[in-house]
């Protein structure tokens, strides 16, 4: 049996690799894909979604969704790392924007035609998301589950010392998410970042006689090399894949119900990913929080999943 999902994103490297991965999953059935403003501006991310699509050319064409700027101006964007396009520099042309309907409106209508159906998996700010919920009060207790890329159990964080970027660029929507009524599941880096890749992963990738591989290959080496010349690291992250593998290999996590909330207001601490772990907690746990990924099965995982997207294109 297929899962649907819907894959809310801010392309982005590893959000790339994600879609490639979840595109060929036969679990899956990706109902939409739908762009939100993060690693680059709004614009770009939506281009970005059409660009991967249309290289991938899957065999079932999911309905796209157009970002627009969160409403808090943002601090930072993912630039550094995932180059000015937020695809490593490749410049993919995309002829013009066709689908133009936003993103929460996408979101709406799909959890709607589906009730209880859907997983939303949230792979960049929570902005399309909160937005789908205020426009529709009803629909939080009618998504399956969201599968939130995001935060930090105990680990620090990539965008200030204590921020996860996604919490961190829309903290508020980021609140509004957290504080609903849906079914959630938070994958946060203390587990994204124990899946660590290296250059074996890079070389493995499908070749480029596939057009996953020729995706790929264009954008993976330039990650490999940010948190190399960034980081000093021999290794790189791909975030948003280990939040699709809980998804579909929920089995290679640990994790634990948990309280969790988000601060909005610090002038340190925006963004930061608060756990209630007291003892004698008065706060109800509202969200299953993953803690722990069987690191070596994970990438081997990818791996597998990546070949057969090469084999399907
Ligand atoms: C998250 O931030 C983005 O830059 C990545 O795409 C990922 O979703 C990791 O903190
Ligand atoms: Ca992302």
Do not use: W
């Not at 999902?5 to 109902?31: H, M, N, R, S, W």
């Not at 936003?102 to 589906?114: F, G, M, Q």
């Not at 998301?129 to 969201?146: E, I, K, N, S, T």
């Not at 957290?178 to 992963?201: E, N, Y």
């Amino acid at each position: 049996m297929t899962r649907k999902v819907i894959i809310d994103c801010d392309p982005g490297i590893d959000d790339a690799v994600a879609l490639t991965l979840a595109l060929f999953d036969p679990q899956l059935e990706v109902l939409a894909v739908t762009a939100s403003a993060g690693n680059v501006s709004a614009e770009q991310a939506s281009r970005n979604v059409q660009a991967i699509i249309e290289r991938l050319d899957p065999p079932r064409l999911p309905r796209v969704g157009t970002a627009t700027a969160a409403d808090d101006q943002p601090y930072e964007d993912g630039r550094r790392m995932n180059g000015e396009d937020g695809l490593g520099n490749a410049g993919f042309a995309v002829s013009r924007l066709h689908h133009q309907h936003l993103s929460e409106k996408v979101i709406c209508d799909a959890v709607r035609a589906a009730p209880n159906e859907i997983t939303i998996l949230c792979l960049g700010p929570l902005t399309n998301v909160a937005r789908a919920f205020q426009r529709d009060p009803d629909l939080p207790r009618m998504v399956h589950r969201l599968i939130i890329m995001g935060g930090s159990f105990t680990a620090v964080g990539n965008v200030t010392p204590v921020a996860e970027f996604n919490i961190y660029y829309d903290p508020l929507s980021a609140q509004c998410v957290f504080r609903s009524a849906a079914t959630k599941t938070l994958v946060p880096l203390d587990v994204t970042r124990q899946v660590a890749l290296t250059l074996d992963f890079v070389e493995a990738l499908p070749p480029e006689t596939t057009r996953a591989g020729l995706l790929l290959r264009r954008i993976v080496p330039f990650l490999f090399r940010s948190f190399h010349q960034t980081m000093g690291q021999e290794s790189f992250y791909l975030h948003d894949t280990v939040a699709l593998l809980a998804a579909t290999q929920p089995e290679l996590f640990e994790s634990r119900e948990m309280a969790g909330e988000v601060e909005t207001a610090g002038h340190l601490t925006r963004g930061m990913t608060v756990f209630d772990r007291r003892p004698l907690s008065p706060s109800r746990p509202n969200m299953e929080v993953m803690t722990a990924v069987r690191a070596d099965a994970a990438a081997e995982t990818l791996l597998r999943g990546l070949e057969r997207s090469g084999l399907q294109t």
